[in-house]
């Protein structure tokens, strides 16, 4: 990287992050040069609206409205892109790149969309991309994949990696709540958007697995290839009968290895109350790894939020000054734009446990007929449980219909689903049936 | 670092790690290349006796007795001393400095101990020492703080570090084995030495914490300023009550701030059943820290094993020839030869709650007189509660003695120890007071 005497950083974007970011860059910077022995400092804040950073008494001299002016200034290393979206913040990360800075990033749908071309553009360059805020917010669990676990070949990753999504299900499993009112909590509590559509469909959730996959398994993963389901259609009494079954739900990102293929998925999950993942609660976020020489490894803390991700900036920034950024972004052949496009399992071929609820009118027999539809598809049952009305069922069940619960042995995606649709055909299903998929605890490789 | 086409490794003791860091080097050496981009390899294993890397198949050709002869050869870069202990391992380090070769070690005590020797040794031969495999095996806590969470002041770490220790306590909290059937299970599963003094004395955590409460505060530690007791003297009694009351019982590592001094403790301790590291069940280790700016954070993995270590010392390996360990060595004045004592808590000035377990003949005006003292050093009792005496028991005590459980609320240290010895002279408490620190859910500080 240039010496320069003074090496400045510039942020663009003052919203949640880049306030926290720009608070931390000042009022800490003492502190933060001590501790690393790098002489840095904020210039630039760059944004149109600065009501956020007068609200966080930021020194008016730091404010600017023109991107140019700042690419412009030599002393300026290293442009940190906190606006969000792909579309204005793609066109600015093009142009820092094409400036000859360095470009810090937490914005996971830009570089899960458009992450091979910018890290191309940013080789061109011979700048670096640095990206550790884009997944879990503070937890340092991309330095964890390039660097702490190098020595690593990884089977599986599997990941709570969406706050908002973590907070509604806690509330829903441990006090009860309904989905409706959670979320409420949770936009009232500044954890979920006015639209959360983004997180509570789970593609924010695979924006981050696209990112963190890409690095564990050093290839190029298509956003698209991620099979993705939200948390928006779950329903209280699924999430109760888990709970009598030992299950915890909660939306998991999963990569994982099926056969020398990946197989990619971001899905709500019933997993056993003994995985660690099951003790995550709340807006906390954390990434399990399944690796040959390290085994089960676990990262937990705060996946959101100004401070905490403002923590993995500023440790981007810092690696950059360093140059230890540098090294591991110039020769690790691990980034997209050095790999190649992942070979997938095709959807459907995934193989595992599933919970299943139907609601059937409640007459001798009828068990009989769906048994003999899940033997067809060679689906083997482990287990069927009649459950008990619940009153908020009541309101729309007749009486003469039961809820019934049924848990799969390992079964073909694929055939499970022709199974569901051929029983979903039958007068005495009322509705359409729930299954949710059943995480096994995976099995370390040594 | 040194550009020569060909970097090669040295393995200095060929033991469970040496033996397993071979293998990783040898077996996956085309892995590891194409994962890193780094072109090396190992060249030589040093030891006296080769039983162990012959079981392993490792080539003959790796063998030499004379650590002389591979420090002479210019090829090598790395060398890896996992001989253990402090004697020869010191001298062998101090040889392997001296002779402009990096270091990477896994020997706790040797950096506890010696660490601001070592360390600038290697300044005067501008080479550097890699010690992720030191602390808690696999899991990359020393890059977290050095890295990942530079930007952050910490307040408090808490480490489940031994694995021995977990999974003994584990046994007898979830199996009710006695610590004696526990300890000897530890050792048949190869968990646990024959002489498992270090483990158990809680010893091996207090090197570990010593290490990593250095780079976590930015301070030198003097190991004997860690207060130390181990695990060998609990009883079931005691771990099943504080189970009744929601306490799991953990050696826990402490290193945090007290009225702005650090106080350094490992000690068998409750923790709450809502605490993460409560979780953390057998050989596992596990280490939260709290941090002003990303608050609470969790690492979870092996803590020992040759292969999980060996990934840790392996990822040392290439950060060496990457050229990142070393920018991190010279620049971050965080490691123990360029940081001044720390500022220390004086012992017994801790503030805590805690669990007391007294042993008293059962008549009327006893508990009165044990509360009175108490009242005399300021102790306010939560809750007190008269045991049934196990069959257990009963052999040792005669009907006429109960057991009793206090909880105090939090109180200084000192204080603690001076009411319990008085308490301890009264003739109709038999046997010493067992007391256990509770340990509360640290506040997240932003």
Redesign the interface.
Known sequence: MKKVKKQAVAILGCGTVGG?TAK?LTQ?ID??R?????NFYLKYIIDINFNHAKELNLDNSLFVSNLDDVLADPEVLVVVELVGGTTFAKKAAIKILNAKKNLVTANKALLAKHGVELFSIARKNKVSICF?ATCAG???II??IY???????HDALYGIVNGTCNYILTEMTLNGVSYKRALKEAQEKGLAEADPTLDVSGMDSAHKLAILSSITF?MQIDLDSITVSGIDKLDQFDINSGKELGYIIKLIAMARHDEGQLSLRVAPSFISTEH?LA?VSGPFNAISLY?H??????????GAGG??T???V??DI??LF???AE??FK????WPDKTKPAALLPSGEGKGRYYLRIVLKNYAGVLAKIAAVFADYNISISSVIQKEITEEMAEEITESYVPVVIITHKVREEALLKAIAKVDTFDFVKGKIVYISIMDEHEEI?
């Open positions: 926290a931390l800490d502190f933060l001590k501790r690393t022995g790098v550790e503070g937890i340092p330095r964890a660097d702490g676990l190098l020595a690593n070949k050093g660690p003790w690796s020489a390290l085994g089960h490894s676990m990262y937990y803390g705060r401070s905490p403002a923590s993995a500023v440790s810092i690696g360093l140059g230890t090294k591991f020769t690790l052949p691990i040594f």
